[in-house]
Nanobody
Framework: QVQLVESGGGLVQAGGSLRLSCAASGSIFSINAMGWYRQVPGKQRELVATITSGGSTNYAASVKGRFTISRDNAKNTVYLQMNSLKPEDTAVYFC??????????????WGQGTQVTVSS
């Protein structure tokens, strides 16, 4: 059993910053890519940023230059530093991890989500 637990969400004023964390725990052999996605009610979940085990990153155009994804492989943790936040960044943020368990099972695991609200 593998769990992803997000933390760091909350309420912030426009222009402010938040840092999200997502820690993976359980029967993990390896983690390849990790990522952050977000979803608002009535809309599809959308990509925010991803990072490979080697550190290569990819960002949605809407957050490029404002958000930074990073990871600590020793801690199986991925972070999302969000600066210059805008009201349109308000959403539930989910992390995911493409991982292999110690029993050799490969799958994409998702966290439960953390709410980010940006007030104008």
């Amino acid at each position: 059993q593998v769990q992803l637990v997000e933390s760091g969400g909350g309420l912030v004023q426009a222009g402010g910053s938040l840092r999200l964390s997502c820690a993976a725990s359980g029967s993990i052999f390896s983690i390849n890519a990790m990522g952050w996605y977000r979803q608002v009610p009535g809309k599809q979940r959308e990509l925010v940023a991803t990072i490979t085990s080697g550190g290569s990153t990819n960002y949605a155009a809407s957050v490029k230059g404002r958000f930074t994804i990073s990871r600590d492989n020793a801690k199986n943790t991925v972070y999302l530093q969000m600066n210059s936040l805008k009201p349109e960044d308000t959403a539930v943020y989910f992390c995911n991890a493409a991982l292999t368990t110690r029993t050799g099972y490969e799958y994409l695991n998702w966290g439960q989500g953390t709410q980010v609200t940006v007030s104008s």
